[in-house]
């Protein structure tokens, strides 16, 4: 019994030490990690920064050195059993690290990317939902801009058109060139929905011009978008209009963009004279 007790008491003044000897070795084990990345030896720095957080979990920090090694691995578009596993370890490492630093702006664009680069759209527009105001206009941006990426049209459109501040313009052009997109390459819509898609994208447009009647790039779809309209239009007359309309657009778009440019040279040729090497 006084053996068993002595044994206990051993045990209990050596754990403090083995917990020190693994955060030092925890640390050899990151310290190498960062000189595999940056090295680009990805797999091997991706080993070393698992295996410190395994010595020692309170290194939360190492976190995001495993997200961003497994980020470095992951190719888009792969299907594959081992690159798939690349993203997820991306997602856990970058969640776990925003669990203690939730206030890292760039981890989190991080973790969106990834989600959205893999597909689970439920899951990065469900994170936005749960960690913002869903007035933000970042927020509906940002959720605007996943909704596209995912082909949920109608719901970007809806959600669009909450959308204020300064990128209110860009947000309303970003809806009228995916509408674009669809309507013009995908063969796969029928004239109901092909139709519906132009409208859609005209009418964000014209909503985004009237935010910002200079805005070039828009009005070179809202003239394409009228193009496509033309092309599926059975009216000769109607068909004409069409035509016409997006004529006229593509007028005005050039017209401004060579006001644009002279705009700019003028002032580029006054900055230039007001300098103490232009007199």
Known sequence: ????????????????????????????????????????????????????????????????????????????GDPSPENMQYAETAIEAFTKYLEEYPDNEKVREYLLTTLVQTKRFDEALGYLRERGDPNDPDIIRAQVNIL???????????????????????????????TWDQAYRNPNLNYEQRGKMVDTGLEALRRALEVKPDYFEAIIYKGLLYRVKAAAEQNPRLRQQYLEQAQQLQKQALEIKKQQTEEAAAASAAAAAASPSGS
């Open 1 to 76: 019994m006084h053996r068993t007790k002595v044994v206990f008491a051993v045990a209990l003044l050596a754990a403090p030490l083995l917990a020190g000897c693994n955060k030092v070795q925890a640390r050899v084990e990151l310290k190498q990690g960062n000189a595999f990345y940056q090295q680009e030896e990805y797999r091997q720095a991706l080993q070393k920064f698992q295996k410190g957080l395994e010595l020692d979990p309170g290194a939360t920090f190492a976190w995001r050195s495993v997200g961003l090694t497994a980020l470095a691995l992951f190719r888009p």
């Open 148 to 178: 596209i990426q995912a082909g949920r049209y109608d719901e970007a459109w809806q959600l669009a058109q909450r959308m204020t501040g300064p990128n209110q313009a860009e947000v309303l052009y970003s809806v009228g060139v995916s």
